[in-house]
């Protein structure tokens, strides 16, 4: 079975500090992908990234970058100098091949308020 | 505008009573797919669609009941809503793959209320 787990259900920061969003997954699969996703106030969802398991590079997009570390089976958020626009719900995700690589199984989400 | 459309935004309703909550994209996707999010539990996946004529249950399928007869559209139903079906539901499509998964765009959400 799949799983995945955001242990923060809520982090607030004053702007322009940084903050990590993590996420730790479970699978058996050894061919799967992880995902972010962004839930604005206005309730829809924005892709973010997508890696999958044989690529362990952090990845850097902007004041985004990913850590993805099988060892631990982490696949961690950090949101470099925070804006009032990063204020959010995120959701860390994760598909395997076996189950439909299409299938997402999300976790419950962490909640971001960058306060001004 | 490449986009994934939902109709209704909100809606409230009784117990018993039929509803279909239209999915459309014009991207002319090969996936299709439905979720909930509910508070504390993140999003759930209840029934999904690889092509046409094509779909099979999520982890929560219970209650809802889907169809897909022309590649753009995706319509859920529930044939006897619930209280425990009021959520904001989430349809999805995308380009389709069995073995490396394309981005998924979500429609804009329903939010459904049974009482």
């Known amino acids: 079975a799949q799983k995945v787990t955001q242990a923060q259900t809520e982090i607030s920061v004053v702007e322009k500090e940084d903050v990590t969003l993590d996420c730790v997954y479970e699978t058996r699969d050894t061919t799967y992908y992880l995902f972010w996703y962004k839930q604005p106030p206005s309730g829809e969802l924005v892709f973010l990234i997508r890696r999958n398991s044989f690529d362990e590079q952090n990845e850097i997009s902007g004041r985004y970058s990913w850590n993805f570390q099988k060892s631990t089976s982490s696949f961690n958020f950090t949101i470099t100098a925070s804006q009032v626009v990063d204020s959010a719900v995120y959701f860390c995700a994760l598909s395997v091949q076996t189950t439909g690589a299409n299938n997402l199984f999300f976790g419950t989400g962490t909640r971001l308020t960058v306060i001004p | 505008e490449a986009q994934v459309t939902q109709n209704p935004r909100y809606l409230i309703t009784v117990t018993g009573k039929k509803l279909t909550v239209t999915c459309s994209q014009n991207?002319?996707?090969?996936?299709m797919s439905w979720y909930r999010q509910d508070p504390g539990l993140g999003l759930r996946q209840i029934y999904y669609?690889?092509?046409?004529?094509?779909?099979d249950k999520g982890d929560v399928p219970e209650g809802y009941k889907v169809s897909r007869k022309e590649k753009r559209n995706f319509p859920l139903i529930l044939e006897s809503p619930s209280p425990n079906q009021t959520s904001l539901y989430f349809c999805?499509?995308?380009?389709?793959?069995?073995?490396?998964?394309?981005?998924?765009?979500f429609g804009p959400g329903t939010r459904l209320t049974v009482t």
């Open positions: 669609s690889m092509n046409v004529e094509v779909t």
């Open positions: 999805a499509s995308s380009l389709s793959s069995r073995d490396a998964p394309y981005e998924q765009y």
């Open positions: 991207m002319n996707h090969e996936y």
